[in-house]
């Protein structure tokens, strides 16, 4: 029963291909739906590689809903999700998608970088351990080699000072950083940021911006879903509106933020950044 | 005051200490052994009851009311004279450990089901968001979370169980309690006897009954943080 299965999903690798100019990321029809609560109505997207893309809109508009079906750690009602031209958590046989198993589900997961808006640190390991668990029990790398990984990505977070610490004396601050090196240490092709500095004081929500920044300027392709209007609009190649669970427009930043075609869009801009920004 | 003026019980105290504490080491070893099984069962069947499979959580749930309902005794002697009746001849201390075993995993999955429950969404989602299938994510994100927290319940588990142990008579196990009535029928002392087979249990569930107490004063302090 495996074989075919198996010999198809070759087939799907080879005819999508990784192609240089093939976008990384390719999202056909995703719905998503609660009993009657349609919360995704047919998403289409797609991003390139390198590209850094901001997903904004109201709260309820599925924003969050979306990233978490690219992943799949939120399973979608319908429409499909390709990573790097691989089908994320189907697979098609014959004329069917059928759902792939856990273990290469988690293969697929394994590239794709997740920064919740609650961090999500594991309380029982130290920050080192936090980063140096995914690649040792994944990647089955040796530990030394993990260690030393893990301890260039705390540098790089600035937390080097903080590789003994456990989550809970670490300031939010400092966890999402922490939460930023764990995602990077599994060297992912794609990043996705949920709500990242929502759930942070506000003074310490430049020391995880500009983390993402740094990250953005070596070339990592980026989902941001955010609040964080002006660093949206400072770090983004593209910026999407969602609205009801449907992309209502997109475009650069310039165009959204400065002349957005769409009244709901004017509406929601108006309200997040207050009058004075359209003055 | 000479050996004959001392109450006849003190003679055969050597004797009784003997038997007893030869019947505690017994009663030690079903304890452990039991209490092994129980996590063992408990942390297989908590983790079934909580998995995304109907079928995995029906095997958990019926293992739970079937075992949850029946009396100690009554497993303990379908294991010992039951199983003998088919065959399958287990000596009293075995049959005292699976059964213990058995009704204690039940006991457990229950406790261990409500560990994992505790743990947030989001460390599951955290840990399959790097990777993980839903089996390392259990073996290395959420169980060791979820132990912490039965870790008191747990503890109360085991001084109850070092007592049921005595249940284990019933199919001639050689621990304490039934040591003690051995002794009681060759001699007639029973209120000495069972005396100290009391000081005999309490030197070993209270020391027990302390460690959870630090445990659990622990365990509020590093809530507290």
């Known amino acids: ?279 | 005051m000479t050996a004959a003026d001392w109450p006849a019980w003190i003679t055969h105290l050597p004797h009784f200490l003997d038997a007893l504490l030869s019947g505690a080491v017994i009663t030690v070893i079903v304890t452990v052994g039991g209490f092994v099984g129980s996590v063992v069962l408990g942390i297989l069947f908590g983790a079934f009851s909580t998995s995304q499979s109907l079928l995995l959580r029906t095997i958990a749930h019926i293992y739970v009311e079937i075992f949850r309902g029946l009396p100690l005794l009554t497993v303990l002697f379908i294991i010992f004279f039951g199983l003998a009746t088919i065959g399958i001849r287990l000596d009293p201390i075995s049959a005292a450990i699976t059964g213990f075993s058995i009704n204690g995993g039940a006991y457990l999955s229950e406790v261990f089901r409500a560990g994992i429950q505790s743990i947030h969404k989001g460390q599951s989602e955290a840990a399959l968001s790097i990777g993980m299938t839903r089996m390392v994510a259990f073996r290395y994100i959420i169980l060791p979370q979820s132990i912490r927290v039965v870790l008191p319940p747990l503890a109360n588990f085991a001084i109850g169980l070092l007592k049921d142990t005595s249940l284990a008579s019933a199919v001639a196990a050689p621990e304490m309690m039934f040591n003690a009535g051995r002794l009681v029928s060759e001699t007639f002392f029973a209120t000495e006897i069972y005396l100290l087979v009391a000081a005999l249990y309490l030197c070993m569930s209270l020391p027990l009954s302390l460690a959870t107490r630090l445990l659990e004063r622990r365990m509020a302090r590093a809530h507290a943080q």
């Open chain 1, 1 to 279: 029963m495996h074989d075919p299965v198996q010999s198809i999903e070759t087939n799907n690798a080879a005819t999508d291909g990784a192609a240089a100019d093939q976008p990384i990321v390719r999202i056909r029809g995703l719905r998503k739906s609660y009993s009657s609560l349609d919360v995704l109505k047919g998403i289409d997207l797609d991003v390139r590689r390198g590209e850094k893309v901001s997903i904004i809109g109201p709260s309820g508009s599925g924003k969050t809903t979306l990233l978490r079906c690219i992943n799949r750690i939120e399973k979608p009602s319908g429409g499909h999700v390709y990573v790097d031209g691989q089908l994320i958590g189907e697979k098609l046989v014959g004329d069917r998608y059928i759902d792939m198993e856990d273990r290469e589900l988690a293969r697929l997961r394994a590239g794709m970088g997740m920064v919740f808006q609650r961090f999500n640190l594991f309380p029982h390991l130290t920050a080192l351990q936090n980063i140096t668990i995914g690649p040792m029990k994944v990647l089955r790398m040796p530990a030394t080699e993990a260690e030393a990984a893990a301890l260039a990505l705390l540098e790089k977070v600035g937390l080097a000072n903080k590789r003994d610490a456990y989550p809970e004396m670490l300031s939010g601050g400092q966890q999402q950083r922490v939460a930023i090196a764990r995602a990077l240490a599994m060297r992912p092709k794609v990043m996705l940021f949920d709500e990242a500095t929502s759930a942070l004081d506000p003074e310490l929500v430049g020391e995880v911006l500009s983390v993402m920044k740094q990250l953005a300027s070596e070339g990592m392709t980026m989902i941001i879903v955010t609040h964080e209007m002006k660093f949206s609009e400072e770090i983004s190649d593209r910026v999407i509106f969602m609205d009801h669970g449907a992309v209502v427009e997109q475009g650069s930043p310039g165009e959204i933020f400065r002349t957005p075609s769409h009244l709901r869009t004017q509406t929601f801009l108006r309200a997040v950044l207050g009058r004075q920004a359209y003055q």
